[in-house]
């Protein structure tokens, strides 16, 4: 059985056990791993200003020391959060799986010289509204060097 911990919240800051700090230029860290099962959405304020949390049931894996934790609350950075929470606005969803690798890469315009960045490590369901999107454009023409080319002329 596997061993992990639970925590009352879930954050890339507590599973890390410190705050991020950015990469060298040009590289991105992966600290992370954070999977779940969101069920609903859970907001409020604090002296660093609005938040908005998951809840349902999440993991959380440090890629540095393997250190697994679990909660029934997540805050997840808004590059990942603003993928999940659309869908549990809708009436019919049950919960919205996901899995994500977290990092982060250098970014001198931010304040903390680095952004979040999110890898899904599954692929959409075949009921995402994007993938059925997608599915409905027409194959690319010709080859990416031409639609450029295409691109810079119009």
């Known amino acids: 059985m596997a061993k992990f911990a639970i925590v009352k919240k879930l954050s890339v800051k507590n599973i890390m056990g410190k705050k991020p700090k950015a990469?060298?230029?040009?590289?991105?860290e992966w600290l992370c791993q954070?999977?779940?099962v969101a069920q609903g959405i859970k907001t409020g304020r604090s002296d660093f200003g609005d938040w908005t949390a998951l809840t349902g049931a999440f993991q959380g894996s440090n890629m540095e020391t393997g250190v697994v934790t679990r909660s029934g609350v997540c805050?997840?950075?808004?590059?990942?959060?603003?993928?999940?929470t659309p869908g549990l606005m809708q009436k019919e969803t049950k919960g919205i799986e996901f899995a994500f690798n977290i990092g982060v890469k250098a970014d001198e315009d931010s304040t903390t010289g680095y952004v979040?960045?999110?890898e899904p490590i599954f692929d959409a369901a075949e009921n995402d509204p994007l993938e059925m999107l997608t599915k409905k454009l027409p194959a690319p023409k010709g080859d990416k060097v031409a639609q450029i080319e295409?691109?810079?002329k119009a």
Do not use: Q
Not at 75 to 84: E, M, R, S, T
């Open 23 to 28: 990469p060298e230029e040009g590289k991105t």
């Open 34 to 36: 954070i999977v779940g």
């Open 75 to 84: 805050f997840l950075p808004d590059v990942a959060l603003n993928l999940i």
């Open 116 to 118: 979040y960045v999110c």
């Open 150 to 152: 295409h691109k810079k």
